[in-house]
Structures are given as C-alpha cells and as structure tokens.
T-cell receptor, first 108, second 113 residues
Framework: RKEVEQDPGPFNVPEGATVAFNCTYS??????FFWYRQDCRKEPKLLMS???SGNEDGRFTAQLNRASQYISLLIRDSKLSDSATYLC?????????FGKGTKLSVKP | NAGVTQTPKFQVLKTGQSMTLQCAQD?????MYWYRQDPGMGLRLIYY???????DKGEVPNGYNVSRLNKREFSLRLESAAPSQTSVYFC????????????FGSGTQLSVL
C-alpha cells in the first residue's frame, strides 16, 4: 500500500477558478510535508512546505491535518501557468515518500 | 548557480550493459538521494546518503549500487541493465534536518532495450 495517496486527476479548471488538492499519508511518524510542482518532462520543484498551522504564499495555501493524516493545497485565482502536476510528499529524515501526483490543467 | 547537476541527460543501453549516472551538488548539502520516476508509479527512492561516507537503501534498491564520492558527488550505477530499469532518474540533495526540502537535478532519461 502506497504510503502517500493523492487523486491523480486530471483536474481541468477554467482560469480564475479555485482548485483544491488533497493527499493522505499512512505513516503517523512522518514529520515533514511538502508540495512540489512538476512541469512536463522537468524535475520536481519545491512549491511549499506544509505546517499544521497552515501556510500561505500568494495564491497558494497549504494545510496539514495530523489527526486525519492528510495535507491539502488550495490554489486561488488559477492561472494558465499553474498547469502542471502537483506532488505531495511526506516522511522523515532520509525517507521522503511522494504521492503519484495530481495533474492540473487550467484552460482559458 | 548550478544547484544539482546530473549527467547524462539521455542514455540508451542494451540489456546487460552497465553504466554510471553522475550527480553533483554545489549547495553544500549533507544529504543526497536517487529517485526513479515511472508513469503511474510516482517518484520512488532508490538509495540515499545522509552524509559523506554513508549510504542506505530506499524503496527500490535492487539492481543498483551507489557511491558517495565526497560531499558534492553521489553516483548511481547499474551493473547489468534490465528493461525494467527504463525510467527517468532524478538526483536530489537536501540539508539533513527535520524539514528536509529536496532540490532535484534535471533528470536522466534512461532506456534499456
């Protein structure tokens, strides 16, 4: 059983929409959580760290719910340039497990 | 600012051939990692090195060996390539702490025929 699960999508949304991704993890000992963005045929790039208190970076908000063992990413006012695959990741030192990714397509 | 550099970017091998994927980072990170990414499987950890001189197996280590040559360099070797090793390989590095953010190289597309 994959330790980090996320909806593979694709999510097809119009520009300006708000889109939410969720990701569940099974290892309650996981300490660190992240969202990565991966463009087609490119390497994953760190988008945000995820904290229990929630954190926001512009149009992006990430949240960690330890009790329910899930993390979320909210993208507001989506742009065409947000089209990519979003990977959640969770784990501990030396063992960061990635979800399979959720593909987002933002249409004009 | 190079970050994490991987070579080669593309490689085609015949079954049974060997090769080494090279990775170097210039961010003075302690930890380095090798992942493979396959369609429908996501990123899977092959090996990692918490610090110079140490290496540990990840989720899918079979068929691979690694060498942490120094703090900057971490190589991945396929001794006898198999078609099942066709994949995109990513090297990554991070600081070894509780909030280890990974920084990835641009990847190596490997095809084993």
């Amino acid at each position: 059983r994959k330790e980090v699960e996320q909806d593979p999508g694709p999510f097809n949304v119009p520009e300006g929409a708000t889109v939410a991704f969720n990701c569940t993890y099974s290892n309650s000992a996981s300490q660190s959580f992240f969202w990565y963005r991966q463009d087609c045929r490119k390497e994953p790039k760190l988008l945000m760290s995820v904290y229990s208190s929630g954190n926001e970076d512009g149009r992006f908000t990430a949240q960690l719910n330890r009790a329910s063992q899930y993390i979320s990413l909210l993208i507001r006012d989506s742009k065409l340039s947000d089209s990519a695959t979003y990977l959640c990741a969770g784990g501990s030192q030396g063992n960061l497990i990635f979800g399979k990714g959720t593909k987002l397509s933002v249409k004009p | 600012n190079a970050g994490v550099t991987q070579t080669p970017k593309f490689q085609v091998l015949k079954t049974g051939q060997s090769m080494t994927l090279q990775c170097a980072q210039d961010m003075n990170h302690n930890s380095m990692y090798w992942y493979r990414q396959d369609p429908g499987m996501g990123l899977r950890l092959i090996y990692y090195s918490a610090s110079e001189g140490t290496t540990d197996k990840g989720e899918v280590p079979n068929g691979y060996n690694v060498s942490r040559l120094n703090k900057r360099e971490f190589s991945l070797r396929l001794e006898s390539a198999a078609p099942s090793q066709t994949s995109v390989y990513f090297c990554a590095s991070s600081e070894w702490d509780s909030n280890e953010k990974l920084f990835f190289g641009s990847g190596t597309q490997l095809s084993v025929l």
